[in-house]
């Protein structure tokens, strides 16, 4: 598998493990990169930004952040990010998460998937693709919509197998029973997906 997927998810499982564990989110990492076309090793890419739950101040989420701190260095606020990110021909923007997108949040903030589907607002490529490597478990808000949310931006999404169980054990390390919770959201069959 030449694929550069894992190395990427485990570098956002670190990402993940800076989190303050909370019982009200879970723990996620989150890397924004530049891939060049046709490059299926990445040997080309170029990162841009990283981000984790928490990271930043108040209730943020590591996509969230990721997009905060690559406005910060382009000095414009988080909800202006489209404007700073890169747009070049024969190259798109990639994004890496430990968790699907969030569709729907408890507090009500604006979703991920919706920030990702903001990028690609006034004419801009923005983000092209999504790899995850679990889908969000239905601990907060039941079955997930951020995929759905993607697929209707035009934005492709993508379930990298393979470390679903350690990507829920450290979202859910704040969790009452966590082990139990990572166990139910094992078995709960959609890990494996790469449909809605
Ligand atoms: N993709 C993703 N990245 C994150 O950084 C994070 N914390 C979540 N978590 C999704 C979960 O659905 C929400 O954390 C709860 O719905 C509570 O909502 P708030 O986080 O308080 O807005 N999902
Ligand atoms: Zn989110």
Known sequence: DQTPHSSYLRKCISLAEQSPPRPTNFRVGAILLSRKDEDPTGSEDRILSTGYTMELAGNTHAEQCCFSNFAAVHNVPEDEVASVLPDEPGRKLIMYVTMEPCGKRLSGNAP???????????????????????????????????????????????????????????????????????????????????VD
């Open 112 to 194: 991920c998937a919706q920030r990702i589907a903001r990028t690609r607002e006034g004419g801009r490529s923005g983000v092209h693709k999504v790899f995850f490597g679990v889908k969000e478990p239905e601990t907060f808000v039941g079955e997930s919509v951020g995929c759905r949310m993607l697929s209707a931006a035009g934005i492709e999404w993508e379930h990298i197998a393979g470390f679903e169980k350690e990507i829920l054990t450290v979202a859910m390390a704040g969790h009452e029973n966590s082990e139990a919770e990572v166990n139910a959201a094992l078995g709960q069959g959609r890990q494996g997906t790469n």
